[in-house]
């Protein structure tokens, strides 16, 4: 039942952000009207610097996560994150990938592996907003993607599927960024 | 008098039959032009070309329109309680709606003035009045919302308002019944009309923060103020006023308020009047009359009663006020942007009369009087006119100005608007309105830089416009481009309550100062919880306060027990968002307000007295994320006496001591 309710969300989400980058063509316009204002994006186009900012946001602020915020884009989930959510994204940090065996990433973000990216990208993402004092040891998370992550709590830490571990927690807008230490990969279907 | 009257008659029956022969509306289809649908076609994602801040009327409330669109983007609860958003039921809102008549949830909003600095458009506020219990409302342009309300002693029924002089110094509130003033024995017969009832005319101070006080009263002849305009460039320093009802009928106005040929257009020189009251002229009455404003920092209301008022009476300050003769009632009384032309529009008369303000000026050094009203000057009409419009429509109401010399009036009677020349006073165009236009609007048309393109009418009736709705039908709004020598009808939008005054500014004025966020930081309020650790419930007698956050996507605490019957819980609710568009709303079960919807960074409070014993749900109202399904509680309710302790919590799921993650529904996460 939960996981249908994930997968349907997800999926709608999914949609929205095709739907929306899939259009170039517009409809008759008034002359006069403000175009220079006129919003062409999605959700992630939208001009504003009063709000707190959102989760993709703050990674695209951090030099640390360069290589997860270009997947980030590779894989289309812009405007997904930039969305209501709430999200815990679980943010490996460039020397997290760096720990994958050489040439993994830039396979991942070539065209034709769009799908295999998206994967594990949406196995990081959980919905819901939750801080690490609500982590408890041995309990389950079912992300995005709809595969299970497990949580262990040893010596203070939270660490996820016994190979990546929380550094650090930043609150969004939209949720809460966990950076983590390493590459959280979906177990093969 | 009676041959001028019959004449006028005559010409009135005269035009009203060639107008049925010949004006008849021939369809829609004929009216439309082709392009039509092009020109008001704003494509998904963009943006129209002005706001358009209409009143709403018997709803008591302003909405927000996209021109050319025609699309409503948002109502603005003014007067009147807003059940979707908790106005006038929260307890912070409340105080908006106070008076000295005690709670008035209900008014009627009329008319709107946009705030101007040099006689044009500044995107600051919009004024609105309360026609019934006469107060006048500011609203903020960058929030939208009703920061203050003050309301209006010696005056009843408050139409002749808002309008405003060219730096917004003042706003004017004009009585339309004149009555028994406050601080008299109001006790009498209504036939003692002549010696008891007196008009009155507010002038409030705007100071640069928008906080408004009435500065002074003028104390007027006991007739009806209906509509008013400022002077502008040369006739700076004026205000204009139309008056009707000189018969001073108590009785059936219909017919007895049209007995005289000519009623009056008041002219006042507000900066003599200024002047006055500031050398002391004027004398202090008692009255009461509320005042309440709303802060962004408290996120509250307070409303305080206001004890005096300045009154200057005419008798005793010479040379500032002169009444000018106009046919037959007039209701309109607009300025033209050059603050020359004072069109006075007479809605039973045959003609328009434009009145000259040098002429007024002349008329005035020269003495040129036909006499007095209660010791009043009555300009001669023929020494203040300037021509009058022959034969424009029937039933002339108001009148808006563009850029280029051409003035738009609207007609009820023969539902038109004719556009006239102001220079030479030539109808030059007429198009009909579908049906019975009241005012109509011209962006900046009011001011002294009319931005011109479109004129708006807003019509009383819509008959076979929409599609059938029983007996009641929507009001509704015609878009007609006036760029070319034709004006040209595009569309037609309905419109939530019953259309009076509206105004028009360019999007770009407002739309980079709309407010996205209130900073949670800064919030004032004596009841926020500014973080879920701050969130608590105390007791103070049979007084029960919730501190309660909301956060996509729950509540906290979103489980209480130890409410117990004979008590008043106070859920204060603070939105712990700070990101744009992103309110929660909050509800209890059995509430017998409304619900509240409380913007990020905000904190709104809804009272709410049990009267069950029970379990009692609450939820967030506004669907504000994927799991906002999941943004649910419980509050418990026992009996008078239960010794049930009070408790708060989210997330503990009793009797593990282990807690559930907060906001998760129990099935997800799971333990192992």
Known sequence: MKKLLLFSCGAALLFTLNACSGSTSEGPVVASASESNAPAGGQSAVQDDESQKDVVKVAASSKDHTTLVAAVKAAELVDVLSNAGPFTVFAPTNAAFDKLPKGTVEDLLKPENKARLQDILQYHVYVGSLKTDLMQDGQTLNQVNGGNITITRKDGKVILNNSATIVASIPASNGIIHVIDGVLLPPAP | MSSTKILTSL????????????????GTASAVTGDAASKVYVAPGKYDEFYNIVSGGFNGQMSVYGIPSGRMFKIIPVFSQFPENGWGYSEETKPMLNTSHGFVPWDDLHHIALSTTGGTHDGRW???????????????????????????????????????TENT???????????????????????????????????????????????????????????????????????????????????????????????????VN????????????????????????????????????ETSVIVLDPASCPDMVYFIPCPKSPHGCDVS??????????????????????KIQQAISAKNYDGNYEGIPVIKYEAALRGEVQKPGLGPLHTEFDANGNAYTSFFVSSEIVKWSVKDLKVLDRVPTYYSIGHLCVPGGPTAKPWGKYVIAYNKITKDRYLPTGPELTQSAQLYS??????????DFPTVGEPHYAEAIPAEMLMKKSQKIFRIEDNGSAYAAKGDV?????????????????????????????????????????????????????????????????????????KWIPERVGIFPIYCTDFCSALHQEMQGYVRVSPAGSSVPLTFSTGKTEPAPAAAPAGATPARPTKN
């Open chain 2, 126 to 164: 919009a004024f609105g009045n309360a026609n019934n219990t006469p107060r006048i409302a500011r609203v903020s342009l960058s929030t939208f919302r009703t920061e203050e309300i003050l309301e209006i002693p010696n005056s009843a029924g408050n139409h002749s308002s808002p309008f405003i």
């Open chain 2, 169 to 267: 110094e003042y706003v004017i509130a004009g009585t339309r019944f004149s009555i028994p003033m406050d601080n008299q024995n109001g006790d009498v017969p209504i036939n003692t009309y002549k010696q008891n009832f007196k008009g009155s005319i507010s002038f409030i101070k705007v100071d640069t923060s928008g906080h408004m006080n009435i500065a002074f009263q003028l104390r007027l002849p006991g007739v009806n103020f209906d509509l008013a305009r400022a002077g502008k460039g040369k006739s700076s320093g004026w205000f204009f006023f139309s008056c009707y009802n000189s018969e001073q009928a108590n009785t059936l106005l219909e017919v007895n308020a049209s007995a005289k040929d000519k009623d009056f257009i008041m002219a």
């Open chain 2, 534 to 606: 701050n969130a608590k419930v105390t007791r103070e007698g049979n007084k029960v306060h919730v501190y309660m956050t909301a956060i996509r996507s729950h509540f906290t605490p979103d489980n209480i027990e130890g409410v117990r019957m004979g008590d008043e819980v106070y859920f204060h609710v603070t939105n712990l968002e700070q990101d744009w568009d992103v309110p929660h709303g909050f509800a209890v079960k059995g509430a017998n307000n409304a619900e509240i919807l409380v913007m990020p960074g905000e904190t709104q409070t809804l």
């Open chain 2, 11 to 26: 010409g009135l029956v005269t035009a009203a039959a060639l107008t049925l022969a010949s004006c008849k509306p021939k």
């Open chain 2, 482 to 491: 006036i760029d070319g020598d034709k004006m040209k009808l595009l569309l």
């Open chain 2, 337 to 358: 942007p050059d603050g020359e032309s004072i069109v006075g529009s007479g809605k039973l008369a045959a003609v328009i009369p434009v009145f000259s303000f040098d």
């Open chain 2, 270 to 305: 507000w900066k003599k009047a200024e002047q006055y009251a500031a050398q002391g002229k004027g004398f202090k009455e008692s009255v009461r009359y509320a005042h309440n404003t709303y802060s962004d920092k408290t996120h509250s209301a307070t409303s305080n009663i």
